[in-house]
């Protein structure tokens, strides 16, 4: 009877393909928690009642938010004020700096509340593979563009997981841009 090969080293109990890895950068939303979820359904009630309340002229424009796809393609991974200000050029809105932090203040309150309510899981295979890489000795990271970032691990169960996190205050406070740019895991990698 065959014995099972043992790790000689932390590193060892990782795949191959993780053993040359010196550190790890997860992005929070839709990686380690389903907060994506929470974020997307927060966005669909605040553009959806500026829509109706400010309806676009031109009646296609009318439509209500994707939570899929106007979600990802405008406001995934950008500050609220940019997710806004896109969205809302994208359906003909002429925008003022009152009108997008309007929309974006009535998106905080609402993402906070269900969050608050509701919480947000973790996924199970993230959390396994970041648990196998801290006992490899790997360490790890969290960034989002989301100033909620330390809530939602929190409240996910995973905090304390992670070596360093960077959020969306951070971003703020460092000025920052949002994705598609790097800067925001950049800045965790050097961290």
């Known amino acids: 009877m ?76 950008k500050s609220r004020l940019d997710g806004a200000a896109a969205f809302l050029v994208s359906r003909g809105i002429e925008t003022s700096d009152e009108t997008v932090r309007e929309v974006a203040a009535d998106k905080e309150r609402l993402f906070t509340e269900r969050l608050r309510t509701h919480g947000v899981d973790a996924y199970p295979g993230t959390v396994r593979l970041v648990r196998a890489l801290r006992r490899a000795g790997v360490p790890v990271a969290a960034a989002s563009a989301s100033r909620h970032a330390g809530e939602l691990l929190t409240r996910a169960g995973v905090r304390d997981l992670f070596d360093v996190l960077v959020d969306g205050g951070e971003a703020a406070r460092l000025n920052l841009p949002g994705k598609p740019r790097p800067d925001l895991f950049l800045t965790a990698v050097d961290r």
């Open 2 to 77: 065959k014995r099972p090969l043992t790790p000689t080293t932390p590193s060892d109990a990782l795949a191959p393909v993780l053993r040359d890895i010196r550190a790890v950068v997860f992005d929070t939303d839709g990686v380690i928690t389903d907060s994506a979820r929470v974020h997307a359904a927060a966005w669909k009630t605040a553009f959806d009642a500026f829509l109706r309340a400010h309806p676009p002229a031109d009646p296609v424009q009318r439509r209500p938010f994707d939570a899929r796809d106007d979600y990802l393609r405008f406001v995934d991974g």
